[in-house]
């Protein structure tokens, strides 16, 4: 986006920190787009109108028919469309925005069948540690896209910035095939698991789990359920903070603390690589923590929660007051990041925890909520920005996601549970399952 957008016809640009240590002489190339703030954040935010829209669809989908498929189709037809980008976007801004929203019907499927497949995969005294694991795939991708983004939109190859969307977009569709290969739905299925490996997944399955026709969904017990709005609200909380992130960090770098974009590109990937190293060091404590029964699993998730939401609201505030300091405002943004990869072990494995059956309609439902912010969330930063890139209005922004996270973690500890629900399963139940069953009387 910072390399799309014509510098000259965007917004007015105020020079509060026009000078700073890791700052260089580098002219950002000139766009080609005359997009206002309003204009970029509703582009940015289109994705998310899509998205939320196979949430639901694609957890039941791969409850009844497996993940594979759909998580495999879902990141291809994202890929395909990724290719076709610098296209739509000079024809015009609604056929751009069109395009990001088929694309996110495309992604919506992906996290609820992932969950789903987690559901089926994990044993339950690995799943902090496997789960982050497989999750911070997500930051770790991005730990790589960005520099390479930088790098390709400063360079001349294939036009600059339309080589991002070609180069990732090929990557996308190639990554398929491997998938289609390498994954299977279940353990049952693997031509390669070891007896003892499947036995042990196996243990921690209820029996009606493993049959091929699923169990109706109890509906009326789920919404009916305090513990799963509160995860809805809780992982709405969770993604307004990323997403001002993951959307805006660049614009942020860019605009006010006057990165050039090779310094953006890597700058704005760090928070993410110390977001994944943390979510793997807190899993493994997590998953010993509970193999110990140092404390019930509920517990468990509400501590790392916790770390995860006030950590990055108190660095937000350090953002605040570091004001042009360039080496402290990025220290902070990095440190923020990091300590929301506690979350890995806190709201975002509480789906399997509260029903392994169930765990990508779960997903489904407080990933479509928590979307909401995805399109928000930018909407709110272009408003409060638009015609006014200044310290002052960033402020704003910071003030409303330190808000957000501590009302919204605040909540999850008090009326958050990772305890098995008595309608998270079927009536026919493992000896494993019965186990957990007693560890967890005892919560809350």
């Not at 024809?91 to 559901?119: D, K, Q, Y």
């Not at 070609?166 to 739905?185: A, D, P, Q, R, S």
């Not at 979350?343 to 925890?353: A, K, L």
């Not at 605040?410 to 305890?419: E, N, Q, R, T």
Request: aromatic share 12%; glycine share 10%; hydrophobic share 45%.
């Amino acid at each position: 986006m910072v390399a799309m957008v014509n510098i000259d016809t965007n917004t007015t640009v105020v020079s509060e920190c026009s000078v700073g240590p890791l700052n260089d002489t580098h002219k950002i190339k000139d766009g080609e787009f005359k997009w206002d703030s309003n204009t970029q954040g509703t582009i940015l935010g289109s994705f998310f109108y899509g998205y939320l829209l196979t949430q639901v669809p694609g957890g039941r989908m791969a409850e009844k028919f497996g993940g594979k498929w759909l998580f495999g189709l879902g990141v291809l037809c994202t890929s395909v469309l990724t290719l076709l980008t610098p296209i739509a976007a000079r024809w015009g801004v609604v056929p751009l925005i069109v395009l990001r929203v088929c694309e996110g019907l495309g992604e919506g499927v992906t996290f609820p069948a992932m969950h789903a497949m987690l559901g089926t995969w994990l044993p339950k005294m690995e799943r902090s540690l496997l789960g982050t694991i497989i999750y911070s795939g997500a930051q770790i991708g991005t730990v790589i896209s960005m520099p390479i983004s930088g790098l390709l939109c400063d360079s001349d190859f294939l036009g600059g910035w339309p080589s991002v969307f070609y180069v990732f977009g090929t990557l996308g569709c190639i990554w398929t095939i491997f998938w289609g290969i390498l994954i299977y739905e279940t353990p049952d299925v693997h031509p390669r698991i070891s007896r003892a490996e499947l036995l042990l997944i196996q243990a921690d399955r209820s029996d009606d789990s493993q049959k091929k026709n699923k169990p109706n969904i109890p509906w009326k017990k789920i919404l009916t359920s305090i513990p799963v709005w509160t995860l809805m609200i809780t992982h709405f909380g969770q993604n307004w903070g990323f997403y001002t992130f993951l959307t805006m960090l660049p614009t942020y770098l860019s605009s006010i603390l006057r990165f050039n974009i090779k310094s953006d590109g890597f700058i704005s990937a760090l928070p993410y690589l110390l977001q994944a190293i943390v979510g793997w060091v807190t899993s493994y404590i997590a998953d010993y923590a509970r193999q110990r029964q140092y404390f019930t699993i509920s517990t468990i998730r509400k501590i790392c929660n916790t770390v995860g939401f006030i950590g990055p609201a108190i660095c937000l505030l350090g953002v605040i007051v570091s004001g042009c300091n360039h080496i402290w405002s990025v220290v902070f943004l990095t440190l923020a990041m990091g300590f929301n990869g506690f979350t890995f072990s806190g709201y975002m494995v509480t789906h399997v925890d509260m029903s392994p059956e169930f765990a990508g309609t779960l997903m489904g439902m407080t990933n479509a909520f928590a979307t909401l912010t995805g399109f928000l969330a930018p909407k709110a930063v272009g408003a409060l920005t638009q015609n006014n890139q200044t310290l002052a209005q960033w402020r704003i922004v910071f003030y409303i996601a330190i808000g957000v996270y501590v009302v919204t973690g605040a909540l999850y500890v008090l009326c958050g549970s990772a305890k098995l629900q008595k309608w998270g399963a079927s009536k026919s139940r493992s000896l494993s399952d019965i186990a957990e069953k007693a560890e967890t009387t005892s919560d809350e």
